[in-house]
């Protein structure tokens, strides 16, 4: 873990340096109604830097994923703003979102979503054919590099092991310039090795390419990949961590242990 430590924090300002990659305001989400009401976000503000990693941690049941969701318009909030760049996702129509996420946004999921009948190429640009977009094929050409996947091109997902399935499925999220890119415990049906080599993928998508990417873990080996670290409890961001490590995290969240309420 010696490149956390010795990396650049470009989430230190929580993106005060211009426009975020994304930010929330005030959010509350809530389920169901009067004594069975549940706060699954309480009140929750937050910037994400553009050009930087961040986690999201906290025990289960304190939020972490529906935050994502939120930030990410897969979920509407309850009441408060939320914002991708400069569109505010708040008030917009099914078909803005759509549109908004074909465009802006990249996401990398546990399970790998990947069409079995395509190739590893065809999957990687199938958001821009669905949406008449021509991909740049330079730009591609690099994002495959990157993620090491020249050799694998041809095969499709049941040729290929899971961390080369994953690999297609961060290539596809890189592959459309998103402005941000979601990531739900990307490596969580990962072995151990595979899940370092899509961590240090997602790194250098961020060093290399300029990317911005939030991601959603439980595990603090992951998290210490990211440039800032935020902590759930209870629906509310607690803490938060520059330059972590799996040492510190694991430190901070054993704080947490016994809390929690819905995920």
């Not at 408060?80 to 465009?103: A, S, Y």
């Not at 899971?162 to 297609?168: A, D, K, L």
């Not at 890189?174 to 370092?196: Q, W």
């Amino acid at each position: 873990m010696e490149a956390a430590a010795t990396r650049t924090t470009a989430g230190d300002d929580g993106g005060s340096g211009g426009v975020s990659a994304a930010r929330a305001e005030r959010v509350v989400k809530a389920y169901g109604e009067g004594e069975t009401r549940i706060l699954a976000l309480n009140e929750v503000s937050v910037e994400i830097a553009r050009g930087a990693f961040t986690a999201i941690m906290g025990p289960s049941g304190s939020g972490k994923s529906t935050l994502m969701h939120c930030l990410a318009g897969l979920d509407s909030v309850t009441s408060g703003r939320v914002w991708v760049g400069d569109t505010e996702l708040t008030g917009l129509n099914d078909r803005q979102l759509t549109r908004l996420r074909r465009d802006n946004i990249g996401f990398i999921f546990q399970s790998f979503n990947l069409l079995p009948t395509l190739t590893a190429a065809e999957n990687i640009t199938l958001p821009m054919d669905i949406a008449g977009r021509k991909p740049d094929r330079e730009w591609v050409d690099q994002v495959i590099e990157t993620v090491g996947l020249s050799g694998r091109l041809g095969h499709r997902p049941a040729q290929l092991s899971g961390g080369q399935q994953q690999r297609v499925a961060v290539a596809r999220a890189l592959a459309s310039k998103p402005a941000i890119i979601f990531g739900d415990e990307p490596t969580g049906n990962l072995d151990s090795r595979a899940g370092t080599e899509i961590l240090e993928f997602l790194r250098r998508s961020v060093d290399d390419l300029g990317q911005t990417i939030v991601m959603v873990t439980h595990d603090p080996t992951a998290a210490a990949y990211a440039d800032r670290i935020l902590f759930l409890a209870d629906g509310a961001i607690v803490d938060e961590m520059t330059a972590p490590t799996a040492e510190k995290v694991l430190d901070r969240m054993r704080g947490f242990e016994g809390r929690g309420r819905t995920s």
